[in-house]
């Protein structure tokens, strides 16, 4: 066993992780992180699988992985470019016509309304250009006549109403003496919803911005198997440990009196996160970064 397999092995002890959550966490077969603790690469298909494996072993146990890099350079083998598998290269291909794709999905529903909008006002110059009165006086005579009738029928129907309500006012005054001392503006103020938009991403971190919330309540929920940890800006852990989807499935930490939050997700594909009961979108694609770092910054609704 090497030193760099060592310290590994001692890191996930540590966490009380087995061999079986840290598959399920970084989704890497048992097999490789046996080899990987062992210090015994000949099982991998490559150089550039054994760098990418220990990356993902040291991000999920919170771990710097340039620092290991650099500390034990002399055990990890150096990557070269014929390394890189034929299979990446293919990946990327698809995923690149994928997002090009997603561009002309996104643009269909402005075209739809764009054609709508054009056939519609073909049919509206259809329909003045053909069903006009011959005889303009005529239409003006007998659109005056409607406005006329129109304008009476609300005039009486307005008159009605007003009486009614007179009426019922009148009412509800001598049933309740305590209404008669109303006289204040009885219109609803509702309050704007909350904010909760991304200030920045860069690699694995991510930071947001909390407003207009009278709380801050913080959910994790998991779909799977992962590690998570709740600290907030001091770094004080409110919550660290393993949540499953058939087990202890959620976590809710009350971070109302504290202006900063940070999530540590060990699985983001499988971990989802609510801040008072809205679900948060990830700025970075979990399919792209499994391990992250969120940063929610809480500005109460008073300041």
């Known amino acids: 066993m090497t030193e760099l397999g060592n310290r590994l092995k001692e890191a996930r002890l540590a966490k009380n992780l087995s061999l079986d959550d840290l598959q ?30 220990i990356k993902q072993y040291s991000e999920a146990l919170q771990l710097d992985p340039d620092e290991i890099f650099e500390t034990y350079k ?4 150096i990557t070269l470019n014929e390394d890189l598998p034929e299979q990446l290269s293919r990946v990327k291909t698809r995923k690149t016509i994928s997002e090009g794709n997603y561009k002309i999905f996104d643009a269909l529903p402005k075209i739809v309304i764009g054609i709508f909008l054009i056939g519609a006002a073909g049919l509206l110059y259809y329909f003045l250009t053909h069903h006009t009165s011959s005889n303009p006086n005529q239409s003006i005579s007998s659109g005056n006549e409607q406005v006329k009738f129109a304008k009476s029928a609300e005039l009486e129907k307005a008159n009605a109403n007003t009486t009614d309500n007179s009426k019922k006012k009148d009412t509800a005054t001598t049933n309740n003496p305590a209404a008669k001392q109303d006289t204040g503006n009885t219109q609803a103020v509702v309050p704007p919803p909350q904010n909760l938009a991304v200030v920045q991403s860069s690699g694995k971190n991510s930071s947001y911005e909390l407003k207009n919330a ?23 852990s ?37 801040v008072n009961d809205q679900k948060l979108a990830y700025a970075i694609a979990p399919t792209s970064v499994v391990s992250q770092n969120v940063t929610i910054q809480f500005v109460p609704k008073n300041k």
Request: glycine share 10%.
């Open 24 to 53: 399920s966490i970084t989704k890497i077969q048992k097999r490789y992180l046996v080899g990987i603790e062992e210090g015994n690469y000949s099982s991998m298909p490559g150089n550039f699988y054994v760098r990418a494996f």
């Open 214 to 236: 009278d709380k801050f309540v913080l959910k994790l929920v998991s779909k799977g198997k992962t590690w998570v940890n709740i600290k907030n800006g001091s770094g004080h």
């Open 238 to 274: 409110f919550f660290q440990g393993v949540l499953t989807a058939t087990g202890a499935s959620s976590q809710t930490v009350d971070l109302t009196k504290e202006n900063q939050a940070v999530i540590v997700v060990g699985n983001a594909i499988d971990t989802d996160i609510y």
């Open 74 to 77: 002399s055990e990890i083998p």
